[in-house]
Every structure is written in structure tokens, then in C-alpha cells.
């Protein structure tokens, strides 16, 4: 049993938790915008909060939308990554299995159906996270912190 001043933590869990925080308010503001990622940099950040967030249990989640018809366009992960590599605020999903592309849409009307289906890829990860994460001890007395990374306790 624990009291206020010794409390255990999950380090990756809590890494893990920021990372989709981060990732959604990125991806809202995409969506917002309705924009394509503005430069190299953006788009690394983008992997890099597309990796932490989803631990790549986002290969476990089809990516489909319904437009003119519905199109199932591979998983979450590999979609988010072509998505990534789009520079116009319109985009054309390729047709598949001999069918037409699609028409012209919106890009934040993707970015939002990427959002809802990283809703059910999140606690996956979290899920996830709990088992690699190493277990430490804080002394700090506060139960709003947490800590990431080794250390003497960690």
C-alpha cells in the first residue's frame, strides 16, 4: 500500500499518453486549417508523434471512408504516412482493384477520419505501454507527476 508521498508510475505509459495528446491537437489543427503538413520538419514531427502515440498498433485498424462510395484505403499507419506525403489542401485517394479515383476532397476531411480511428487505435497503445514499461518510485510527495527515463529510482 502506498501513501501520498510514495507513489508508483509507469514511465512509458505516461510517454505514451503525451504522445497522443501531442498527436491530437496536432492533427485537430490540421484539420482546422484544412492544410497539408507545411515542411520536412512538420512531417518529421509527425512520424515521430504517429510512432509514440500508436506504438504501431495502428497496422491493426483499417483505414476506410465513405465518399462517393467507400474506399478502403490499407490501415491506419501506412494512410497517415501517405497522408503525410500530400501537398495540396485537395487529394485524390487512388482507386483500388481497377476502380476510378476518387473525386477531389478536402484533406481535413481525412485528417478527421484519421483522428476517429486513432480513437480506437490510443488505448491499444496505452494498453500496450503498460507492459514495457518499467516501474519506478517518486518521493516527491506530488501525485500529479510523473517520470520518464532512468535514473536513481527509475
Known sequence: MTDKSH???KGTFEAVDNSQQQFRRHLE???KEN???KDEEEKTLFYRELSHSTL??????????QLERMYRFGNVE???????GQTDKMVVIPGDCGKVDSFPVKIKVLWEKLLDL???VFPNALDKSISMSKEGESFSGRQDSFHIGSGKNG
Open 7 to 9: 507513489i508508483i508510475f
Open 35 to 37: 492544410r497539408p503538413l
Open 56 to 65: 504501431g498498433l495502428g497496422v491493426f485498424k483499417v483505414y476506410n471512408i
Open 78 to 84: 501506412s494512410t497517415a504516412r501517405w497522408l503525410a
Open 118 to 120: 486513432l480513437y480506437f
Open 29 to 31: 489543427t490540421l484539420i
